[in-house]
């Protein structure tokens, strides 16, 4: 029997996969979902969101990506950046695979013209190209940077024909900074924040709910103390609540205590911040 089964959930209500399913509305998610959907909307060319470590970046992405699929006036696509030795070609050309570009070819001065022609037929059918890269700290250098100046540069008269949503770590920024050029094109800029207390505590009841919950199972001081020792970063809130759940099921214990979280701080090395 797995712990999710011993508390009657219908999954795990703590993954830190990405998971839109268990998305939750807090302040500083919301408002940054919003700049997402404004940047888009109003074709703003570059926007760039920062968020530390674990603040939920990836399934903001991900629900930002569900959000504008589900309005027919975009063409949106997700590229997430696994490592930072790709290639502006390399980037030239997923992005022209993801704008529906067949067969895009191999040179940048090559595929360009494609892309183009690409974003013309896009703005013509009346719709908005939307380009979301998330884990955008691993792209470090000038070439690339240089290659989003250019995909900015496609625009007809009072229009731009591309939105380019740049989703990374703090580093994000020193690595924009070392084209001038580029950091002067950013129409939209914001930086996603912790959650406070009172949004942990309801963070960790959404996911509970989700999950298929029918009752309380962590008590009002565990749900405190896992706020205080996650500092209200959403990854460390699941790993401490995972991890608490499991230690409650190996005891047999139907609630998680303030104790189970302490034993699990502990087992950590984390303090309360």
């Keep these: 029997m797995s712990y999710e089964q011993f508390f009657g959930l219908s999954r795990q209500p703590f993954s830190n996969a990405p998971d839109s399913r268990f998305y939750f509305q807090s302040g500083p998610h919301n408002d940054a ?3 997402i959907m404004h940047a888009a909307l109003t074709m703003k060319g570059l926007a760039v969101m920062i968020g530390d470590i674990g603040t939920g970046k990836t399934t903001l992405a991900r629900k930002a990506l569900e959000k504008l699929e589900d309005d027919s006036q975009y063409v949106v696509s997700l590229l997430v950046v696994v490592h930072s030795e790709i290639t502006a070609s390399w980037l030239l050309k997923r992005l022209a695979l993801q704008l529906g570009i067949e067969n895009p070819p191999d040179k940048k001065e090559d595929i360009l ?3 183009y022609e690409r974003l013309l037929e896009i703005n013509d059918s009346s719709k908005k190209a939307v380009m979301i890269i998330d884990e955008a700290n691993m792209l470090k250098t000038r070439e690339i940077f240089e290659e989003f100046r250019g995909l900015l540069n496609l625009e007809i008269p009072e229009k ?36 406070e207390k009172g949004a942990s505590i309801e963070y960790i009841r959404h996911r509970l709910k989700v999950a298929g919950a029918g ?20 990854r460390l809130i699941n790993t401490f609540c995972d991890n608490a759940m499991l230690e409650a099921y190996l005891m047999k214990k139907d609630t998680v205590e303030r104790q189970v979280v302490d034993n699990v701080a502990r087992d950590f090395r984390i303090e309360k911040g």
């Excluded at 731009?160 to 740049?166: M, Q, R």
């Excluded at 770590?169 to 020193?174: K, V």
């Excluded at 749900?223 to 959403?234: Q, T």
């Design 33 to 35: 979902l919003e700049r």
């Design 113 to 115: 013209p494609k892309i």
């Design 160 to 195: 731009k024909l591309l939105t380019i949503v740049l989703i990374g770590m703090p580093e994000l920024e020193t690595n924009i900074a070392i084209d001038p050029p580029l950091q002067q094109r950013i129409a939209v800029k914001f930086t996603l924040k912790n959650l």
């Design 215 to 234: 009752k309380e199972i962590f008590t009002e001081e565990a749900l405190e103390a896992v706020a205080e020792y996650s500092r209200g970063v959403p």
